[in-house]
């Protein structure tokens, strides 16, 4: 079965700072992977996707991830932060006939200092 | 377009008491599932649903019923609500194929006392 690992549940940055979300994962085959973010009260929305080629993705609201399977990682950055950006963000992989399965990481909390 | 669409927002139910969470898709959308949120845990999948007529078992199903009758409305059932189904529920649907995207409602939240 695949997992997905988010190291850190709480990261504090300052608006302006660059930022890092790690993301591992297990699964046997190639995975879909994704990231997705929630803001408060509301669902989660879809920052970026990779399934296959480059390995570099870019998102919306400037988000990019890397795809590295030595690694087994795919690890979302961001030049730099914007206080609007604080918010809670899942790493996801899908598995199963045409990835029916989505399973999602424990969640990272970012806070955006002023 | 009103997407994804749950309700209620907020429900509180004794333990031994039985509800659905409502949800509803205007996307033509094949692909329907439930999750639920706690803290800590991520999202954990309940059951999902590939079309009208087919559901199956997620990571979480104990205690929970669905059923797919249309193409819009993927209602979950709890039967005998216990403490333990205290939690955030999500609602998420997606064209057919792995490669489309979720979307999702705005959540119901359940406390059972």
């Known amino acids: 079965a695949q997992s997905v690992t988010q190291p850190d549940i709480h990261i504090t940055v300052s608006e302006g700072a660059s930022l890092e979300l790690r993301c591992n994962y297990s699964y046997g085959a190639t995975p879909y992977l994704f990231w997705y973010v929630q803001s408060p009260g509301q669902g989660l929305q879809l920052l970026l996707k990779y399934f296959s080629g480059d390995t570099l993705v870019q998102g919306i609201k400037g988000f990019e991830a890397e795809f590295k399977r030595s690694q087994s990682s795919f690890n979302l950055r961001k030049p730099s932060v914007h206080w609007s950006d604080a918010a809670e963000y899942f790493c996801a992989v899908g598995a199963g006939t045409s990835g029916s399965r989505l399973t999602f990481g424990e969640g990272t909390q970012l806070t955006v200092n002023p | 377009n009103a997407g994804v669409t749950q309700t209620p927002k907020f429900q509180v139910l004794k333990t031994g008491q039985s509800m659905t969470l409502q949800c509803a898709q205007d996307?033509?959308?094949?692909?329907m599932s439930w999750y639920r949120q706690d803290p800590g845990m991520g999202l954990r999948l309940i059951h999902y649903?590939?079309?009208?007529?087919?559901?199956d078992q997620g990571e979480v199903p104990n205690g929970y019923n669905v059923s797919r009758s249309t193409t819009e409305d993927f209602p979950l059932r709890l039967l005998s609500a216990a403490p333990s189904q205290t939690s955030v529920y999500f609602c998420?649907?997606?064209?057919?194929?792995?490669?489309?995207?979720?979307?999702f409602g705005n959540g119901t939240r359940l406390t059972v006392t």
């Open positions: 649903s590939v079309g009208a007529g087919i559901t």
């Open positions: 996307m033509n959308h094949e692909y």
């Open positions: 998420a649907s997606r064209l057919q194929g792995a490669r489309a995207p979720l979307h």
